[in-house]
């Protein structure tokens, strides 16, 4: 009876380690990834500086960098988006995101995230996957995730958004 409690008790502490254990994990991993996309879009910023002023010399505007950036902009702030929103890694993030965005807005680029946004078959989307989903209100359909922003320059599309969207009909 001894014997067997006492292993009990060292198997309970044992699982309790490893639980912090993992818990520690993947924080440290969390903040990782977060300083490494905050590294990228500092790398990004520096990349889209050079593009604009290559395009500013040429007669017409290649977009490949800016349209690359952009959906990686994207992915990181979807990203951002399943953090704790008051953690230092999304705060950081979603303000180097920001940086970004108006140095976009700037060089008359428009990015636009349809995300939480009702769909709108008007708008230049490209649905990726559709799912039902019961706790949608009867008839909606709403964009659950945007996985390539919609891209104007200078007011003129240059590339759809692809989305996700969730509905109940």
Request: aromatic letters at 6%; a negative charge.
């Given at each position: 009876g001894l014997l067997y409690w006492l292993l009990s008790k060292r198997q309970k502490?044992?699982?309790?380690?490893?639980?912090?254990t993992i818990s520690n994990t993947k924080n440290e991993l969390t903040q990782e990834s977060a300083r490494l996309d905050i590294q990228l879009l500092e790398v990004i910023e520096k990349q889209l500086k050079v593009a604009d002023r290559i395009?500013?010399?040429?007669?017409?505007?290649?977009h490949t960098?800016?349209?690359?950036?952009?959906?990686?902009?994207?992915r990181i702030a979807n990203y951002a988006n399943t953090l704790?929103?008051?953690?230092?890694?999304?705060?950081?993030?979603?303000?180097?995101?920001?940086?970004?965005?108006?140095?976009?807005?700037?060089s008359q680029y428009e990015i636009t995230d349809f995300t939480g946004q009702e769909y709108d078959e008007r708008l230049p989307i490209k649905i990726k996957d559709s799912k039902f989903d019961e706790n949608i209100a009867k008839g909606?359909?709403?964009?659950?995730?945007?996985w390539k922003p919609l891209i104007k320059y200078k007011e003129e599309k240059i590339q759809d958004a692809e989305v996700?969207?969730?509905?109940?009909?």
């Open positions: 502490i044992d699982k309790s380690e490893l639980s912090n395009n500013s010399t040429e007669t017409s505007v290649d960098f800016h349209k690359n950036s952009a959906n990686e902009l994207q704790e929103p008051d953690s230092q890694e999304a705060v950081a993030l979603q303000g180097s995101l920001g940086r970004l965005k108006n140095y976009f807005n700037s909606k359909e709403i964009i659950s995730k945007t996700d969207t969730k509905y109940n009909n």
